[in-house]
């Protein structure tokens, strides 16, 4: 099929949401990075979008809506807590793991009896979501495996030919993908997977806020993951990623040590002044960091990048996140000087 790219007018918004309620699948921009998006009610159009993305069956898709209100017509009950994190984070990068109604097909909640919903802030998605009316299922519109597209040309790159159209909706705000978290109790949060709503910031609203073990650790043989997600290999380019952490002057050793054809280091805005190898920079905090790693990910690529040495940023805050993204590109090679 041909993909078509739609602009951001209200005229295309319409399109894209008559394709989304006749069953077709559109890449849609957010603010955390472009989703694939289906009527999440609709069981052949998210068997599309799984077999779009060559996404594994049992790895549930997160739900969008247009206002944290109507997630009472999907799940069966909703925590006290969930409101509370609600009037604090949404709209944003924030995914809330519910106990799903029938309303939810099991396809897209990957044969869970929960699902993940979120209200996601970014304009262009919640007009679509509006002019639809359906919930929306969307995971990350990139080839499964490879890392999120945070710009309409990267979907177009990973699903041209085989999803009905992308709306460019300009690059996304944040990079990387929603904080997706489960509610333990009446005042306590598990964090599944770390965005940029962070620990720091939940712990505002909630008592206490456990970062689960799966987020910088492997799962070993045999152990359930708290979220499908975290089991597969994930946000890696064709290129091998290794992460080094310790201090900038270890880094250039282990580099020039390791240092040959295809070889590149991808480092900080701040370690640039006389590096002397090949390199790329994604920012100077995390903030920039989680909004360009991605894209730095896949310019790598481009490039023609085989191996790739990764200034680790310290995990905390934002940081948490990108940490979580590279640790996965990097299949848990860290090396530490
Ligand atoms: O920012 C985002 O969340 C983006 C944009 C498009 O909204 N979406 C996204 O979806 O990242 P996806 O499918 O690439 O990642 C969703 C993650 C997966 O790791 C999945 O396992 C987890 O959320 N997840 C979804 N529903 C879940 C559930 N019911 N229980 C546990 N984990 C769930
Ligand atoms: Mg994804």
Redo the contacts with the bound molecule.
Sequence with gaps: MDTVLLSDRESDLIKAAELIKSGEIVG?P????????ADASNEEAVAKVFQAKG?PAD????V?LADFSQAVDYTKSIPELAYKLAERFCPG?L?M??P?NDRIPMIT??G?D???I?V?SHPV?HRIIELSGCPIA?????TSGYP?PTSASHVMRDMSGKIAAVVDGGSSE?G???T?I?IEGENTVRI??P?CVTKEMLSEICGEVIIDHAILHELEAGQK??????K?KHYSPRADIIMVEGSLIGFIDYVGENYGDGVYALIFDTDREGFPYRYMTYGKDSSEQAHLLFQRLRELDDIGAEKVYVRAPSPEGVGLAVYNRLIRAAGFEVIRI
């Design positions: 849609i957010t603010e955390t990075v472009y989703g694939l998006g996404r790895n549930p898709l997160i969008h990068p995914t793991v519910l799903k909640s990957g869970l929960t699902v993940g979120r996601p998605m969307a995971p990350s519109a990139n999120s944040f990387v993908e929603s997706v489960s599944l997977r965005g993951a708290a979220s499908p997600g975290m597969y």
